[in-house]
């Protein structure tokens, strides 16, 4: 049998613990997805929106020795991924940013540019965040979106029921973007709640 790391049996465990506790993190689909990425492209400056405990930006940092900075609206979960990272020796390629992303953004991305986005925080601000984002994504630079079908809503044009209706018509407008604007080659994965990857041009 192959000996398991500590790194991999940590983050085994974290997965694990956040799926036993309804943590959202990345769908397992989103996680192999986003593993091919970072194993053929091993991307160097990252910005990730949706921290929670940390695991997602746990699994870039340890293929890629890239730079991650992640924001996430939750402290407790930001201390949680802290901890995580330091258990994991990463701690000093991650910056954490606290508070909401349509309020940190700005200060978070001036005079950078990064060469991977991974979009995981809250749904229906995907394409807001993406055109804010714009500028600050290299050319060639990978866009990763988890949830873009969300509950198999979004596909085709029904109208979805009330209460989902301003999520399902805003990612609807979101993967419209994305394969309409010209700016990125893009595929939706239909896997899970919907997986999108685009690479801008
Ligand atoms: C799906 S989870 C992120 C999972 C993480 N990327 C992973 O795979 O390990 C989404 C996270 O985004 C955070 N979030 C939602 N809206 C946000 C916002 N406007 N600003 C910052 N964080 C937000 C939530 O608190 C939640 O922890």
Redesign the pocket.
Known sequence: MTPVSYPQALLKQTHDY?RERYI???SDECEIVLRKIFETYSPKRVL??????????SVMALISDCVIDT????GE?IAAAKELWTKLGVSERINAYH????GTLADIVEGKTYDFV?L???KS?YRRQLEFLEPHIEKGGIVLC??VLYLGLVKGDGVPPHKHRTIVNNMRGFLNYLSQSGKYDSRVIDEANGIAVARKK
């Not at 949706?50 to 695991?55: D, K, R, V």
């Not at 924001?71 to 939750?74: I, L």
């Not at 508070?99 to 349509?102: E, H, Q, T, V, W």
Request: aromatic share 6%; hydrophobic share 40%.
């Open positions: 956040a959202m993190i990345l990730e929106i949706g921290t929670a405990i940390g695991y997602s930006s924001v996430e609206k939750d979960r508070g909401d992303a349509d991974f995981d925080g809250a601000a988890d949830d």
